[in-house]
């Protein structure tokens, strides 16, 4: 079982950076595919970045393409998300979670099995 804590949401003016962590709990934190998803509010969850076990292949949505960079480090259970040029429409409460598939990245968020609570993301025009 894995347990995950998100933090470094804060609010933010427009074209600032951020960088999110999610610290992760458990033995086979290594053996997991990794994902950030976002929530706004009265809207879907959305995928916003993933990463494989290996960390080769990375995802993203389409509008964080060049903005957002997912990364990984095995040794320390962590996941970070560099956000960069940030605009309004970032705002959201971001979540990580966690595919003990751990070879490939989906953006289906039913396929994963555990969720953090989340950090809230607030990016001021």
């Known amino acids: 079982q894995v347990q995950l804590a998100e933090s470094g949401g804060e609010l933010v003016q427009a074209g600032g950076s951020l960088r999110l962590s999610c610290a992760a709990s458990?033995?086979?934190?290594?053996?997991?595919?990794m994902a950030w998803f976002r929530q706004a509010p009265e809207k879907e969850r959305e995928f916003v970045a993933g990463?494989?076990?290996?960390?080769?292949?990375?995802e993203y949505t389409d509008s964080v393409k060049g903005r957002f960079t997912i990364s990984r480090d095995n040794a320390k259970k962590m996941v970070y998300l560099q956000m960069n040029s940030l605009k309004p429409e970032d705002t959201a409460v971001y979540y990580c979670?966690?595919?003990?598939?751990?070879?490939?990245?989906?953006?289906?968020?039913?396929?994963?099995?555990?969720w953090g609570q989340g950090t809230q993301v607030t990016v001021s025009s």
């Open positions: 979670a966690a595919d003990r598939r751990g070879s490939i990245v989906t953006t289906d968020r039913n396929e994963y099995d555990y």
């Open positions: 990463i494989s076990r290996s960390g080769l292949i990375k």
């Open positions: 458990g033995r086979t934190f290594s053996t997991y595919s």
